[in-house]
Structures are given as structure tokens and as C-alpha cells.
């Protein structure tokens, strides 16, 4: 049998571990050096949030407003992790970023729109016919913004491609809501 204090201190060690990993967050593995190397600098981690299923729907049900015309509803997410990284001076600008230098093979280019704001990038991992894996990417000379998202997100995709035909990359931007400013 463990005693009391101990098992309080493996609660707490436990605890603090899960949490730092979940504000550590930097993005899948790779996609920052990837674009560090493509921009030619170090970039500077500004946040870092990871969800898994439960605290994605923990965080849901107290956000709620699950509205039906809401690109995203937390009804529709498994799975969220965003990290924002600030550029520092020396940046290649305006961004220009090789998906296929990302998540090589893992996941399909869907949306690369480039213009005077930066860059984004929407990079799926198609499943059965259906989007349930989307990685995020906006650059910009001020900040980088990765955005990995699970679950059920063929309405996110489809309003993202048609925000990024009509406004460019800040439409793209504000369609994706974990990545408007």
C-alpha cells in the first residue's frame, strides 16, 4: 500500500508533467526546424497548448457555442494543439514555405496561398473520403502560427479553401478561428 504523501507527491509529479507537455507544445515534430531552416532564423516561442480528447472536450463544454455556422465547433474536435512562434529580424520575408519540406508524405497540401500578408498553409491527412487530421500553418514577418487539429473538419476545409479564394491569406486566417488575431 502506498502511503498518503506519497501518493499525493505521484499525483502532483504526474500532474505537472501532463501539464507542462500540454503549454510546451511546439508543433508535429519537425515542421519548426523545417521552418526555421526555410526562413533562415531561430524563431522564438511565443505559446504552446496541446489537447488530447478529453480536455479537448473539457475545454468544449465550457467554451460551449457549438453555433452550426461556426467554421469550427468544439463538437466537431478530438484533438487540438497550436503553437505561435515570433520571428525575429533576418527572416527571409516575404515567407516562403515548401510543404513538402514539412510533414514529408504524411499528410496532402490542400491550400498554399501566398501573398503581401505571408503565407498559409493547410496540410490534411485524408481518411475513409473525410478529413479527421489538419495541420495549420500561417507565416507572416511578425509570427508563425501551427495549428494541429483532429476530428471531424471536412466543413473547416471547405470554408478555409473558399476564405482563402475570396480574401487571400487573411481570409484563410479567419477562417481557421485558432489562428485569427
Known amino acids: 500500500m502506498i502511503p498518503a ?23 508535429p515534430r519537425g515542421i519548426e526546424s523545417a521552418i526555421e531552416e ?30 452550426a455556422d461556426d467554421a469550427l465547433a468544439f463538437k466537431d474536435l478530438t484533438g487540438l494543439g497550436v503553437a505561435v512562434f515570433r520571428v525575429p529580424k533576418g527572416a527571409s520575408s516575404p515567407a516562403h514555405i515548401d510543404p513538402a519540406r514539412l510533414l514529408a508524405g504524411h499528410f496532402e497540401t490542400v491550400l498554399n496561398v501566398r501573398d503581401s500578408d505571408g503565407q498559409v498553409l493547410l496540410l490534411a491527412k485524408p481518411q475513409r473520403g473525410t478529413i479527421k487530421e489538419l495541420v495549420f500553418v500561417s507565416c507572416d514577418e511578425e509570427e508563425v502560427v501551427i495549428a ?25 486566417r479567419r477562417a481557421v478561428p485558432v489562428a485569427a488575431r
Open 5 to 27: 504523501r506519497g501518493l499525493r507527491v505521484a499525483f502532483l509529479s504526474a500532474s505537472l508533467a501532463v501539464t507542462s507537455a500540454c503549454v510546451t507544445y511546439r508543433g
Open 38 to 67: 526555410q526562413m533562415g532564423v531561430d524563431l522564438e516561442r511565443d505559446f504552446g497548448l496541446k489537447l488530447g480528447w478529453t480536455t479537448t472536450k473539457l475545454a468544449g463544454s465550457f467554451v460551449g457555442g457549438d453555433d
Open 148 to 172: 494541429r487539429l483532429r476530428g471531424d473538419l471536412d466543413r473547416l476545409l471547405e470554408q478555409a479553401l473558399q476564405a482563402a479564394d475570396e480574401g487571400g491569406v487573411a481570409g484563410a
